[in-house]
């Protein structure tokens, strides 16, 4: 009987699996991906159906609501709209006193009034400073 414990958590670096949220498996083409965190723009969300756009221009629809997913995702995901999850790491400009966010696929994504001061917080505290 062959052994398998070479494939074990155990014997990968530990840095591996540190700061890092878990892939999303999408159904595809009879086919099962998972994307992870780092090539997801934004998710959009429709009801308990939910939209993932990555960073290579393709678009994703899983039977999950926006809510689950969150949970999933890293800090890096700010929900800035009932229907909107962003990857801050994509956000490349903001606009309109902070009420539209640009994102680097060409995509502007709103911000709704109660999530303005929350996202600007978040936005201005991170590595990642934004000049509107």
Do not use: W
């Not at 999950?64 to 790491?89: C, I, M, P």
Request: charged share 25%; glycine share 6%; hydrophobic share 35%.
């Amino acid at each position: 009987m062959k052994n398998f414990t070479s494939f074990t958590r155990g014997n990968l670096p530990e840095n591996s699996f540190k700061g890092t949220a878990s892939p999303i498996s999408v159904q595809s083409m009879g086919r099962t991906i998972y994307l992870t965190p780092d090539v997801i723009t934004f998710l959009e969300g429709e009801g308990n159906y939910t939209f993932i756009y990555t960073n290579n221009g393709k678009k994703y629809l899983v039977s999950k609501t926006l809510k689950s997913l969150a949970e999933l995702l890293n800090s890096n995901f700010v929900r800035v709209h009932k229907s909107y999850l962003v990857n801050s790491d994509y956000v490349v400009e903001r606009m309109e006193d902070d009420r539209v966010l640009r994102l680097s696929c060409g995509k502007e994504v709103s911000v709704s009034r109660r999530k303005i001061k929350e996202v600007t917080f978040l936005l201005d505290h991170t590595n990642l400073r934004i000049s509107a």
